[in-house]
């Protein structure tokens, strides 16, 4: 099986990984909500978005990353490289204090990102864009 880092990066992979999106003004959004499994989350949150690196040209991902952005979340993009990368992000993102964590990817990203978090309580996302997808299922 693929680890989280194993895909082939396209042309343009000498391209700097996304970069941090921060909110459009100083201010936050107002609070609306978003459910997740701690109760209702308000907008003008941190995100650490951890993309396999085949994915990291998805034209659906950047626009939901500038989506967020637009709505007052932080968003922290960083792109893995190779087996084991997405797992060290999400201890890193965990650390930094993430409001969540999102895997972009398969089914390899999501078990790396939910081996980074186990145990901290932070909540894990997961935009599959793999070629199973098993876990999204």
């Known amino acids: 099986e693929r680890g989280a880092g194993s895909g082939r990066r396209s042309s343009s992979a000498s391209r700097s990984p996304l970069p941090i999106l921060e909110p459009a003004t100083g201010a936050r959004a107002p609070v609306a909500r978003i459910s997740h499994s ?23 991902v950047r626009a939901a990353a500038e989506w967020a952005r637009t709505i007052g979340h932080r968003i922290r993009a ?12 999400a201890e890193v993102a965990v650390k930094r204090g993430t409001d969540a964590v999102i895997a ?14 186990v145990g ?3 909540p894990l996302g997961v935009m599959p864009v793999g070629t199973a997808n098993d876990f999204a299922r």
């Open 78 to 89: 960083q792109v893995t490289w190779e087996p084991g990368d997405a797992r060290r992000m």
């Open 120 to 122: 901290s309580g932070v």
């Open 38 to 60: 701690r109760g209702p989350m308000p907008f003008g949150r941190t995100f650490d978005l951890i993309i396999h690196g085949a994915r990291a040209d998805d034209a659906g």
């Open 104 to 117: 972009v990817g398969g089914d390899g990203t999501v078990n790396e990102v939910v081996n980074g978090l």
